[in-house]
């Protein structure tokens, strides 16, 4: 447990409606990522970022937007949710795996439990 | 173009038997593989992973297997129980990449009693 949570965990709302989902952690992790999950997509990378202020956009960054204020705080926004938004968003944050992998000490992402959500 | 790829979207094995995912990729720069397990409704949880310089690591009833050459690697779960019973991803990074995972699509396991 990396003591992530997320909030809201389950939304619903109509097309046009700002919507804010928060990622929160407990561990002063610098990295976090958001990803979407849809049936035939697998993991797919919205934004991350890498420090406080400091975010870049993954492979489907289009319609979302990010914040980070402060280290505990990562924001997903979609400025206007579309239909095509609707799905299971997975925050993440990446730390040391403790395990080596097997050879040199690697770091590896550990994740929330998610939110739904359903644009109507 | 999927770099990381798992073949088989599905796979039914009986309890007690081995289950063998498989994954491969065409990104010979990739130095970490890994392996993720998913339950319907939670998150994706780490499960064990490979550095590249390495061909086998085991924690467990989890061995992964990496054939460079092939570019290939295989998750062999030994015995299976009903409780592995989940969606199963490949994962692999790239040094200096800002630690980003670059995902499979997932193979999902069914283990029957």
């Known amino acids: 447990d990396a003591g992530i949570t997320q909030s809201p965990r389950h939304k619903v709302t109509e097309t046009g409606t700002p919507v804010t989902l928060r990622c929160h952690q407990t561990?002063?992790?610098?990295?976090m990522y958001w990803y979407r999950q849809d049936p035939g997509h697998g993991l797919r990378l919205i934004h991350y970022?890498?420090?406080?202020?400091?975010?870049d956009k993954g492979e489907v960054s289009d319609g979302y937007s990010v914040s980070r204020s402060k280290t505990e705080d990562f924001l997903l926004t979609l400025e206007s949710a579309t239909s095509s938004q609707t799905s299971v968003y997975f925050c993440?944050?990446?730390?040391?795996?403790?395990?080596?992998?097997?050879?040199?000490?690697?770091?590896?992402?550990?994740f929330g439990p998610g939110t739904r959500l359903l644009v109507l | 173009d999927q770099q990381v790829k798992q073949n088989s979207p599905s796979l039914s094995v009986q309890e007690g038997r081995i289950s063998i995912l498989n994954c491969d990729y065409t990104?010979?720069?990739?130095?970490?593989f890994l392996w993720y397990k998913k339950y319907p409704a939670e998150g994706p949880t780490f499960l064990i992973s490979?550095?590249?310089i390495k061909d086998k690591n085991e924690d467990g009833r989890f061995t992964v297997f990496l054939n460079k050459s092939a570019k290939h690697l295989s998750l062999h779960i030994v015995p299976s129980q009903p409780g592995d019973s989940a969606v199963y991803f490949c994962?692999?990074?790239?040094?200096?990449?800002?630690?980003?995972?670059?995902w499979g699509l997932g193979t999902s396991l069914a283990v029957n009693p």
């Open positions: 994962a692999a990074t790239l040094p200096g990449n800002n630690r980003k995972l670059i």
């Open positions: 990104n010979s720069m990739f130095d970490y």
């Open positions: 490979i550095s590249s």
């Open positions: 561990e002063n992790h610098r990295y």
């Open positions: 970022s890498y420090g406080v202020k400091d975010t």
């Open positions: 993440a944050i990446s730390a040391a795996s403790g395990t080596g992998g097997g050879g040199p000490f690697q770091e590896t992402q550990y």
